[in-house]
């Protein structure tokens, strides 16, 4: 005896898919890298951007990328690494 059963395949509503919040994914890097740092790495190994973000990082300098607007916001507040940790990282 057999029995067919459809299966529907999960779809998810709009009040159901994950928002993006700028704030909040910046927050959980800047601790992903405290943790990283404090397990792996010398404190000097990022550095923190101005409160405005990286001057440097903008739409024309991304542009060649194809980076939307949102992601070079996003970009713009992450940290980077610098060069003073480069024989661990190596």
Known sequence: ???TSTMASPTKSAQEMPVYSHEETIAAM???I???TKMYLDETAYESPPSSGWHSITRDSMRPYGKTDEVVELLRHLQCPTDKDLDRRS
Do not use: K, L, V
Request: proline share 0%; charged share 10%; no cysteine.
């Open 1 to 3: 005896m057999s029995s």
């Open 30 to 32: 800047h601790e992903f």
């Open 34 to 36: 405290a943790f990283a």
